[in-house]
């Protein structure tokens, strides 16, 4: 390896997120070790990477603190994305969701450490505003959590902020706002909603909208998180460090214009799915009303430009979906 090149842990690198993160550093002549359980991620999203002599798959689990040791041997950089998502898993088994996002993350901040890796960015949550109502939400003014999900990606913020405190390790937290794209995965109990109603609506099904539709979101694709976790790695402005950010787009939209976006760009491979009808369903425990963010820090601290508006993104998303998984 020469040692010019930059060395990047992904952890849940063959997650959505995370092997996105691994495609682009790949592309840009990093070395790139992706350190995955396959829990929830899919050895499909990494396969072409496979033969990239930059390329390192760990099959190991966070929960090991000798994986994680393993894994942070002669990295540079930490881009920490594995963890249990979805508000409703955690509500139905907080107990994993804890074991894998809190005690998975301390080990991680350790091994980082020990191995004297340079900078830990890790992937936080806009859950952790949970019950504030302010709009657009600011790092600096969050709420109570609304569910053992929300708990657990804060208590990654305190650990990480004790951390840079107390030994020294540099971190940045990105508070991710409904991140959606290319890799996500459509299916499973706990889908998101935007690859689960395109998957959908391709099969002519009905999707189901948990209210009345009038939530709103602040949606952001998935190539405005690859800019903002590559400024955040590369940042050398001592006070844009140990700290967290909004990572999103800046704008919300609700469910019902949301899907109303989506049936509009499916319509331009099918013009039938114009047609699928709507269906609302009870309200979700443990959901916010409405996620918005103010992204001025990021703006300001990392020169963070989103370019993918939502509808631009949403576009490219359907087109991907439609490609790849119809």
Known sequence: MQDNQTKILITGGAGFIGSNLCDYFLSKGNHVVCLDNFATGHRYNIEHLLANDNFKLIEGDIRNLND?????????????????????????????????NVSGFLNMLMASRDNGVKRFIFA???????????????????????????I?????????????????????????????????????????????FVMQLMKKESPIINGDGNYSRDFTYIDNIIQVNELAMNTKDKTAINTVYNAAYGDSITLNDMVVLIKKYLSEFDPSIENVEIIYGPKRVGDIAHSLASIEKARTKLNYEPKYSFQLGLKEAVKWYWENLK
């Not at 040791?69 to 540079?76: L, R």
């Not at 936080?124 to 929300?150: F, R, V």
């Not at 650990?159 to 540099?170: N, Q």
């Open 124 to 150: 936080a949550s806009s859950s952790t505003y949970g019950d504030s109502q302010e709009l657009p939400k600011k790092e600096d003014s969050i709420g109570k959590p609304l569910s053992p999900y929300a």
């Open 68 to 100: 994680c040791i393993k894994a942070t041997s002669n990295v540079d950089y930490v881009l920490h994305q594995a963890a249990l998502g979805s508000v409703p898993r955690s509500i139905e088994n907080p107990i994993i969701t804890n074991d894998v």
């Open 152 to 196: 657990t990606k804060y208590v990654n913020e305190l650990y990480a902020d004790v951390f840079s405190k107390t030994y020294g390790l540099e971190t940045i937290g990105l508070r991710y706002f409904n991140v959606f794209g290319r890799n996500q995965d459509p299916n499973g109990a706990y889908a998101a909603v935007i690859p689960k």
